[in-house]
């Protein structure tokens, strides 16, 4: 299978996706788009969509956590793509690259944390030995930079 030359996917660092230069707006769009999205092992992005794959690029990270909220022991990630997903719990990390914070929802470090939603996570920040940590119920996340 190779890749296609057209269309232009482009997601910015804000999570946006662009079609040939043209702001993909659209839910039900975005939703097909994301849930076709793909990552092979060099890296690259990719949609795997009716047999065929269209390469997409990615300034920063292909998702963008706009909001957090919490429903009962989970945390809820609102993304950029209209999308909620859970914050996995349990041990994990929140990294920190050029003072923007990062977590790994699909694949590793593959989404941007808003300046809104790791203000909320650092309300439960503590310190243990040296290293930073977030700790929400029974689960943790150490911040790693």
Known sequence: MEYLSNPDFYINNEGEWYVDGILAS???????YV???????EGVFYIDYQNKKHFVRVEDVPFYAVSLSEEGS???L??????EVS???????????????Y????????TKLSR???SLLCKNLTER????????????WQIEE
């Open 74 to 76: 989970d945390l809820r």
């Open 35 to 41: 849930s076709h999205l793909k990552k092979d092992e």
């Open 129 to 140: 030995d040296g290293c930073y940590f977030i700790k929400y119920g029974e689960s943790e």
């Open 78 to 83: 609102q993304l950029h793509d209209t999308r």
């Open 87 to 101: 914050l996995p719990l349990g041990n994990g990390n929140i990294m920190i690259k050029n003072k923007i914070p």
């Open 103 to 110: 977590v790994s929802l699909f694949w590793e470090a593959d």
């Open 26 to 32: 659209r839910k039900e769009i975005l939703l097909l």
């Open 116 to 118: 809104a939603c790791f």
